[in-house]
């Protein structure tokens, strides 16, 4: 099993000069430098009022909310995220 402290990351700042709602914190929490062989988690901390810009991965990709309520628009469906109860 692995385990991050995710308080102890050491953050780096990303953001685009040509939108500045668009900006976060972020940091690999797991990788191969840890052991893991098929998995990566990234950390990220978005500010409210910010968002992270439109992406894409060759994987999939979980969206893991610690605290807010996200707006995520789906590449898939245009739907959003929900809050399950």
Request: charged residues 25%.
């Amino acid at each position: 099993m692995f385990t991050a402290q995710l308080d102890q990351l050491d953050l780096f700042e990303s953001w685009t000069q040509e939108d500045p709602q668009i900006a976060s914190k972020s940091a690999i929490a797991l990788s191969s430098r840890e052991g893991s062989t098929i998995t990566q988690v990234f950390y990220i901390v978005c500010e409210p009022h910010k968002r992270i810009g439109r992406h894409v991965h060759s994987a999939e990709e979980v969206l893991l909310v610690l605290k807010a309520r996200p707006k995520c628009p789906s590449a898939m469906s245009g739907r959003g995220f929900r809050r399950a109860d």
